[in-house]
């Protein structure tokens, strides 16, 4: 039996080496789309809010729309990888994803628009979950590799529609600024329908009876990495939605609070870059992650007590600390042994810690609300810090989550 399925596994590698450039160019620009349904919208909401009629408290639900979407999507897709298999789901991700970029501009109310937002992040939320365990699938001796590039690609994707979006709405009108990026989403499907023509039927069959055996969520890993991202997400997001207000408050002019809110996007391409080989190369990496959550509490507390003085460096130092993101979806590929592993782990550690992610902007909003300042909110997320150092400590040691996770027991 051993024999047979090692003859099984050399023919698929066999068969997705041939394959691998087509994966390649699929994976990268699937990639680029995970963030175009947001960072598109975001610096037009004003202008929308005019022509379609909602104002700041609907604008409010627009920015909450992509971590609750991208949880949503985390939890379920696990179980639609294990129905249509990895190349299929990737399929899925990218129409929807077209489906709701081409046609949300065209919205002139704004319930169909919150509608074709949510398609568009639901199709981008399977995209999260799904990319990691295609790495692992295809490219399982060049995993730093893979991820610096798919994750620098994410990082592409948030960062360019955010710069274009207002010179273009200025110039053609902001509908076509938010709908022409459906023409790269629509790109990145043709790969796909390639690979899901080239896929045999027993591989979704292979990936279902790998995946039905474990249960991620009695994992020790499986929480700690669930609670990592979550928690590393929920700083990033925080940061992401008030980081400028904070600024301002602290006495920064607004055209300074802008440079700087670009300066903090920029300096979390140096994670993207360096922590997945970094994560790859060690054997317990939990020394990386003691140094990026030291490296924001040095931030939060330069910001806080000294911020017209140094400014610039607890921003950068604020922008590197999440670098724990990066790491945490290279250790998706890392802590498990197939890709059927990774699937699971990815759709529950992205599930529930998107699902963490969603009460960090409102939380600190509330608690900047209720106290009139930002003690309280560095305090808080102070506490996020030591959370996620406890979490990593059950995912950085060297284990898998197949030999972790707790097995169903069965009765005859």
């Not at 994803?97 to 046609?103: H, K």
């Not at 999440?322 to 197939?338: A, G, Q």
């Not at 963490?356 to 909110?377: K, Q, R």
Request: net charge positive; hydrophobic share 55%.
């Amino acid at each position: 039996m051993e024999v047979a399925d090692a003859a099984i596994v050399r023919g698929v590698r066999e068969h997705l080496w041939r394959g691998r450039l087509l994966v390649f160019a699929g994976l990268l620009l699937a990639a680029f789309t995970l963030r175009l349904a947001v960072t598109s919208l975001t610096p037009l909401l004003a202008d929308i809010g005019s022509a379609v009629g909602f104002g700041a408290v609907m604008a409010g639900v627009f920015g909450m729309m992509p971590p609750a979407m991208f949880a949503v999507a985390g939890l379920l897709t696990p179980a639609v990888m294990v129905r249509i298999g990895l190349e299929r789901t990737a399929l899925l991700s990218v129409v929807l994803s077209t489906l709701g970029l081409a046609v949300r501009p065209l919205a002139g109310h704004v319930t169909p628009m919150l509608l074709l937002t949510a398609i568009a992040l639901m199709g981008m939320g399977i995209g999260n979950v799904v990319l990691p365990p295609l790495v692992k699938r295809y490219f399982s001796d060049r995993i730093a590799l893979m991820s610096t590039l798919y994750i620098s690609f994410v990082q592409l994707g948030t960062v360019i529609p955010a710069i274009m979006a207002i010179p273009i709405a200025d110039a053609v009108g902001w509908r076509f600024s938010l709908g022409m990026w459906a023409v790269v989403a629509a790109a990145a499907v043709f790969p796909w329908i390639g690979l899901t023509r080239r896929t045999r039927a027993h591989r979704a069959a292979a990936t279902q009876a790998a995946s039905a055996d474990g249960q991620v969520w009695r994992s020790p890993l499986g929480w700690g990495l669930a609670v990592m991202f979550g928690m590393t997400a929920l700083m990033t997001y925080t940061f992401l939605t008030w980081l400028p207000t904070m600024l301002m408050d602290f006495g920064i002019s607004r055209g300074n609070a802008g440079t700087l809110f670009g300066i903090f996007i920029l300096s979390g391409l140096v994670g993207v870059l360096v922590m997945p080989g970094l994560t790859t190369r060690m054997t317990n990496p939990y020394p990386l992650v003691a140094g990026c959550m030291s490296v924001i509490v040095v931030g939060m507390a330069g910001l806080h007590f000294a911020p017209l003085h140094g400014t610039i460096v607890w921003i950068v130092l604020l922008g590197l600390g999440p670098s724990t993101f990066p790491m945490s979806l290279t250790l998706i590929n890392l802590r498990s042994r197939t890709d059927a592993g990774a699937a699971k782990l990815s759709g529950f550690a992205q599930g529930f810690g998107y699902a963490l992610a969603c009460t960090g902007p409102f939380g600190v909003g509330v608690l900047h609300e209720l106290t009139g300042g930002w003690a309280v909110p560095f305090a808080v997320l102070a506490g996020i810090v030591v959370i996620t150092l406890i979490a990593a400590r059950h995912v950085c040691p060297p284990r898998v989550i197949e030999d972790t996770w707790k097995r169903p027991n069965f009765t005859h």
